[in-house]
């Protein structure tokens, strides 16, 4: 089945030490989106890669950033992760600006 | 500003009730609007989608209605079930080039008892 694949799904880091969040794509969608949602809040777009193009959001703090090195992959690192970056990580794609499908996420604890 | 605003913030119906789901928005210019399910530690999935043209659609026992004029929409679920319980996320597509950046509501908690 064409899906947005996390991996991993549970991600436990200590404070400050570098880590890398995975999503891959079978929907051959040429945007690819990575979200920040905190208990009990609606997620929070960081960034999003149309097609090789970077879009960083404007309050996406510098300490995130994306690789998309092709079409069915696209990472999130974060350098130095800090407690208050604990959150569930939601990957989207979506074909130009139509409906987005979004992975299962990886809750990410820090330390 | 571009806000969704959704009510209740939490509902608990028991089993085989209905209910439904209000959103109100602030959008411009508006592309869409969809409904979206999460359950507890999963990610969103897609229930509707609507443009500006569509009034209603359905998907099974989900039935979401848009009024483009008064910038109001409504879920509703039919004879829900226990495994209707999740947060329904109410989120405007707002048009902007090539990729529609999207406004989410707070989301309404639902929680289906038996």
């Known amino acids: 089945d064409a899906m947005v694949i996390q991996n991993p799904r549970y991600q436990v880091t200590q404070f400050g030490k570098p880590v890398t969040l995975s999503c891959s794509q079978t929907l051959n969608h040429n945007v690819m989106y990575w979200y920040q949602q905190k208990s009990s809040q609606a997620p929070k777009l960081l960034f999003h890669y149309y097609d090789k193009d970077f879009n960083n959001e404007a309050d996406t703090p510098d300490n995130f950033q994306s690789r998309r090195p092709n079409t069915s992959f696209c990472f999130l690192d974060i350098r130095s992760p800090g407690l208050g970056d604990a959150a569930m990580y939601l990957c989207a794609t979506s074909r130009d600006e139509f409906e987005q499908f979004f992975g299962p996420g990886t809750r990410l604890t820090v330390l | 500003k571009n806000q969704v605003e959704q009510s209740p913030q939490s509902l608990i119906i028991l089993e085989g009730k209905n209910c439904t789901l209000q959103?109100?928005?602030?959008?411009?210019?508006?592309?869409?609007l969809r409904w979206y399910k999460q359950d507890t530690g999963r990610g969103p999935v897609s229930l509707t989608i609507?443009?500006?043209?569509?009034n209603t659609k359905s998907n099974g026992r989900y039935t979401a209605t848009l009024d483009a004029d008064t910038k109001q929409s409504s879920l509703h679920i039919t004879a829900s079930q226990l495994s209707d319980s999740a947060s329904y996320i109410c989120v405007v597509s707002l048009h902007s080039g090539n990729t529609g950046k999207l406004i989410f509501g707070q989301g309404t908690t639902l929680q289906v008892k038996p």
């Open positions: 609507m443009t500006f043209s569509e």
């Open positions: 959103c109100n928005y602030t959008v411009s210019p508006f592309s869409n």
